[in-house]
């Protein structure tokens, strides 16, 4: 008995460590390239609240982005159907960070950051990337296809208010 205790004491050493790094691990090798604009050169604090719809092969994730910009940083929450937290994304200047407390998600958090910059950021006149194609509707709506990564993005704008400066 006292070997079938030592053998099964490091199991759960091993769970812990098996969780840690699946929460380590990429978000399903999905990541896309896409500019970045430093959050000095966003003019304007707001709140936005959209809904996001991602597809493509083997590939359709439902959720609602929270974006607040304060002063220099900008944080995305991500939200499951049911509200749970599945991610927390922080921009400040060029720098990003993400936590994931639920671990792996179907795709990584700074796509939809850099959507959000395709849509909200971009200086006018500026060339459209290779591959990626928006069209936006006067209702809200932004569709974002993403050829050469292979999946589609939908960003319906639920709510946006300006906030005042601090």
């Known amino acids: 008995m006292v070997v079938g205790a030592a053998l099964a004491a490091p199991l759960p050493g091993c769970a812990t460590l098996g969780l840690a790094l699946n929460r380590?691990?990429?978000?399903?090798?999905?990541?896309?390239?896409g500019p970045l604009v430093p959050t000095e050169e966003m003019l304007g604090d707001f709140v936005l609240q959209q809904n996001v719809r991602v597809q493509g092969e083997d590939l359709d994730w439902a959720l609602t982005l929270v974006s607040?910009?304060?002063?220099?940083?900008?944080?995305?929450v991500g939200l499951d159907p049911f509200g749970a937290k599945l991610f927390t994304l922080t921009q400040r200047g060029t720098e990003v960070t993400v936590e994931r407390p639920r671990g792996r998600l179907p795709l990584p958090?700074?796509?939809?950051?850099?959507?959000?910059?395709?849509?909200?950021?971009?200086?006018?006149g500026t060339p459209p990337e290779p591959g990626v194609t928006?069209?936006?509707?006067?209702?809200?709506?932004?569709?974002?296809q993403h050829a050469a990564c292979g999946y589609n993005t939908t960003l319906v704008t639920v709510k946006e208010d300006a906030l005042a400066a601090p």
């Open 68 to 76: 607040q910009k304060r002063g220099q940083t900008l944080v995305l």
């Open 134 to 144: 928006i069209v936006s509707d006067q209702a809200g709506t932004v569709r974002i």
């Open 24 to 33: 380590a691990l990429p978000d399903q090798a999905r990541e896309c390239p």
């Open 109 to 124: 958090p700074v796509n939809l950051l850099r959507d959000l910059h395709r849509t909200r950021f971009l200086r006018p």
